[in-house]
């Protein structure tokens, strides 16, 4: 009896102490009222994804996971209903029941947490849920990374060989500068600075672009799947008038000359799902922009005639590019500029492995610096910071 009163004791201070700390937030002005038990987490996911400036490739991604993994499995559970075992046990249920990778799910969860964070800016919940959920993305990363595989210089050239006239510069924009497939498809002649040696790369073609309003049964179901329109855009995670200049190998510039000399361009102006410019490539009628359907149709008939048999795809070209440059001594940090990744980390973790000799080029540096050898040959400013010391 004494333990049952001890308890009721203990739930009775509890909601003393929360009524007061209710008064206090409210006098200080900092109370928020939980409307989360009010508001389904599918209605605010919803509200989440229609909130801010994002390309529509990423609001597609985020409603395929509300469509896949969110509604299905949470329904109509309201937003402040959720527990972090909840999400626990939503995070088992993707990889055990569905089949998903951890990082799969991993990156699902990250969405969601983004979700809740909303939530807690607009006041539907005081606090986020996901604070308690331990997930190690870097850990999943390292566990589900797959060694990068490249093509030999040979594989490059054959395949290019076989290509038709003008998409044969796409093959060397990739492998000797270090473009997306949409980025290289998107090049117009206005990005190239010949006498600086650089490219800039400001935009990609992306098939996330705005389709009309469908009216029927099938046109509703192509605007939920990868039929979307083709577009030409920005850089995804850049603001408009912000791109990274890429050095132009000299060989390469010659190639683009003699490529406009051959081709001509294909001009483009102001429109829906367009930017405007002179672009390099076209659709085989000069009609259209390049299409990543064309280019896949290209390459795999390319590498067939070639006699390749292993797969290889047109990203392995960059994949090329990177390690060239990583396995010479090009600094992580200039590589991560040129390849446009927002942080040097992904750099090193994906291409960490082709600079195995990176810690020996350092030893045999540092070495040269202090042996007495090579004293009379150090910078001026260097030897003087060495006396100070």
Request: with cysteine; glycine share 8%.
């Amino acid at each position: 009896m004494g333990g049952q009163r001890e308890k009721s004791f203990g739930k009775k201070g509890q909601a003393d102490a929360f009524a007061t700390k209710v008064e206090r937030d409210k006098d200080l002005g900092t109370y928020i009222a939980p409307t989360g038990l009010l508001h389904p987490l599918v209605a605010v996911y919803r509200e989440f994804i229609t909130s801010g400036d994002r390309v529509n490739g990423t609001r597609y991604q985020y409603e395929t996971s509300l469509r896949l993994h969110v509604e299905p499995y949470f329904g109509g559970t309201a937003i402040g209903a959720v527990r972090p075992k909840d999400l626990q046990a939503w995070l088992k249920w993707m990889v055990e029941e569905c089949g998903y990778k951890e990082s799969t799910a991993i990156n699902r969860y990250e969405t969601l947490a983004g979700v809740f964070s909303f939530a807690v800016a607009n006041e539907y919940i005081t606090k986020n849920p996901c604070r308690h959920v331990r997930t190690s993305r870097r850990r999943v990363k390292r566990k589900a990374k797959k060694t990068i595989r490249l093509p030999m210089l040979e594989e490059i050239e054959a395949i290019e060989g076989r290509l038709p006239g003008p998409y044969k510069l796409l093959v060397w924009l990739m492998a000797g500068c270090g473009l997306r497939i949409g980025e290289a498809c998107a090049v117009t002649i206005q990005q190239f600075d010949f006498e600086a040696g650089l490219i800039y790369v400001d935009r990609q073609v992306t098939q996330d672009g705005e389709n009309e309003e469908p009216r029927t049964a099938v046109q509703k179901a192509i605007t939920k799947g990868r039929g979307r329109a083709h577009c030409i855009r920005h850089l995804k995670w850049r603001d408009l008038d912000e791109g990274r200049a890429v050095p132009l190998p000299p060989s390469i510039a010659a190639n683009v000359r003699e490529y406009v000399r051959l081709y001509g361009t294909f001009h483009v102006g102001e429109a829906v799902n367009r930017l405007p410019g002179d672009y390099l490539f076209s659709n085989v009628g000069r009609t259209n922009i390049l299409m990543y359907s064309l280019v896949d149709r290209l390459w795999r008939k390319a590498k067939q005639d070639a006699g390749i048999t292993r797969t290889i795809t047109p990203h392995w070209l960059r994949h090329f590019f990177a390690s060239a440059g990583l396995s010479k001594g090009v600094p992580v940090t200039d590589m991560a500029e040129w390849l446009g990744h927002r942080d040097p980390r992904i750099t090193h973790e994906t291409y960490a492995h082709v600079m195995p000799d990176a810690p020996g080029r350092l030893r045999a540096l540092m070495d040269s610096i202090f042996t007495r050898e090579t004293e009379l040959s150090l910078p001026l400013e260097f030897e003087a910071v060495v006396q100070a010391a």
